[in-house]
């Protein structure tokens, strides 16, 4: 069964960092490009970052360009996001979704079930 | 950056209507749009890709057309199932969009 499960979410400060993970089963995760995809409560979905299935392009969002960092370790099937800086906006439940080798011209076909990330003070 | 634009942002219908969405891009993403469905407090789930194609496992009620700067998801018959929010997705060029989302509302 292909699965993607998403972890790390939980309560910080602005200003601290959080490592989330995506740990994958049930496919080839080399072939694989992935994303982050985020929302906040009661409102639409926010493309974050996406990472290629060779770990080469790594586009963002403007607005965590700088601060979030996408990584794959294909060794463990498992895609992380690392997030500084936080602000308040950064709240949201993070999803991690499979696209195809890449995510440009390549649907989300498979998503996990979300991390939530709550900054506040 | 594309924008894209969903109409109506809710609807309401009853089982068996036909209902519509559209979806309009700001630029010509050619066909790299997809729909997904969200119902509340679950991951979105892919219903089209290619702008036109059904996802495996999705029933033949949807359907979806378009290219360019317009794009439609239909659902032929409303079912009871159908409630939640559809999302349209640019895939065309980075930062990749999400529409603002439809709301569905079984009469």
């Known amino acids: 069964e292909v699965q993607v499960l998403e972890s790390g979410g939980g309560l910080v400060q602005p200003g601290d960092s959080l490592r989330l993970t995506c740990a994958t089963s049930g496919f080839t995760f080399t072939n694989h490009a992935f994303a982050w995809v985020r929302q906040v409560a009661g409102k639409g979905l926010e493309w974050v970052a996406s990472i290629s299935n060779s770990g080469i392009t790594t586009p963002y969002a403007d607005s965590v360009r700088g601060r979030f960092t996408i990584a794959r370790d294909d060794s463990k099937n498992t895609l992380h996001l690392q997030m500084s800086s936080l602000t308040l906006d950064d709240t949201a439940v993070y999803f991690c979704?499979?696209?195809?080798?890449?995510?440009?011209?390549?649907?989300?076909?498979?998503w996990g079930q979300g991390t939530l990330v709550t900054v506040s003070s | 950056d594309i924008p894209l634009t969903q109409s109506p942002s809710f609807l309401s219908a009853s089982v068996g209507d036909r209902v519509t969405i559209t979806c309009r891009a700001s630029?010509?993403?050619?066909?790299?749009l997809a729909w997904y469905q969200q119902k509340p407090g679950k991951a979105p789930k892919a219903l089209i890709y290619g702008s036109s194609t059904l996802e495996s496992g999705v029933p033949s009620r949807f359907s979806a057309s378009g290219s360019g700067t317009e794009f439609t998801l239909t659902i032929s018959s409303l079912q009871p199932e159908d409630f939640g929010t559809y999302y349209c997705q640019q895939l065309n060029d980075y930062p990749l969009t999400f529409g603002g989302g439809t709301k569905v509302e079984i009469k």
């Open positions: 630029q010509g993403i050619g066909n790299s």
């Open positions: 979704a499979r696209c195809g080798p890449t995510c440009q011209h390549n649907r989300f076909d498979v």
